[in-house]
């Protein structure tokens, strides 16, 4: 019974070095969304993809962030050049349809020193 | 006006009693409505969808939805201390399909033995 799958669950990262956050969604699930936590605060909307589609980026920062979600593979979401205010939880969620109930990985805590 | 609004409490019940649990929204087109659960350093749970106005009863939980006083509830009966945790509400935003959800601040239900 695998659910969301997210690695590393922990991952520290120096300013200005990359960080790669992987998704592998629930089995029969082809849409994934990522979400941010910051400390103390509410969980945000980042991306939205299907297989090789990004449906909806309304939420990722303009700069810095990309995310992708290949036809083999997990999901990607990268941050290049991270600075201290990325540390923050990143989930991943995934849906077996637009608009269906969303289930959520363990995350991935970034910390960046 | 903040899109999704939640007390963030503390709501504290003794054991065994019901929990109620509110949440207004600002996007009139929403259609879709869910509940999380999240415990403390831990990954949003699933706790309910609720897409037609009523209630929807699941076990212990019954969400009650209100389109046009655009009004979501959650109720928690025969509360249990293991229910402590922070409840989020989750609109889907828009009027179709987007999958993405806006998710309140939450509230923090505290079960006291």
């Known amino acids: 019974n695998a659910g969301v799958m997210q690695n590393p669950r922990h991952l520290v990262r120096r300013r200005g070095q990359e960080a790669r956050l992987r998704c592998s969604p629930m089995?029969?699930?082809?849409?994934v969304y990522w979400y941010r936590q910051l400390p103390e605060e509410g969980l945000k909307f980042m991306v939205y993809l299907q297989k090789e589609n990004i449906i909806d980026e309304s939420g990722m920062p303009k700069e810095r962030f990309s995310a992708e979600f290949p036809k083999e593979g997990p999901s990607i979401l990268r941050i290049q050049q991270v600075v201290r205010g990325d540390s923050a939880a990143y989930f991943c969620?995934?849906?077996?349809?637009?608009?269906?109930?969303?289930?959520f990985g363990p995350g991935t805590r970034l910390t960046v020193t | 006006q903040k899109e999704v609004e939640q007390n963030s409490g503390p709501l504290s019940v003794p054991e065994g009693a019901i929990a109620s649990l509110n949440c207004t929204y600002s996007?009139?087109?929403?259609?879709?409505f869910f509940w999380y659960r999240q415990y403390s350093g831990k990954s949003p749970e699933l706790i309910m969808s609720i897409y037609s106005n009523g209630d929807k009863e699941d076990g212990r939980f019954t969400a009650q939805l209100n389109k046009a006083s655009q009004y979501v509830s959650l109720l928690i009966r025969d509360s249990q201390p293991s229910d402590s945790a922070t409840y989020l509400c989750a609109p889907e935003q828009g009027s179709s399909n987007t999958g993405k959800l806006i998710f309140g601040q939450g509230t923090t239900l505290q079960v006291k033995p």
């Open positions: 089995k029969g699930h082809s849409h």
């Open positions: 996007d009139r087109g929403s259609q879709s």
């Open positions: 969620a995934s849906s077996q349809s637009m608009g269906d109930e969303q289930y």
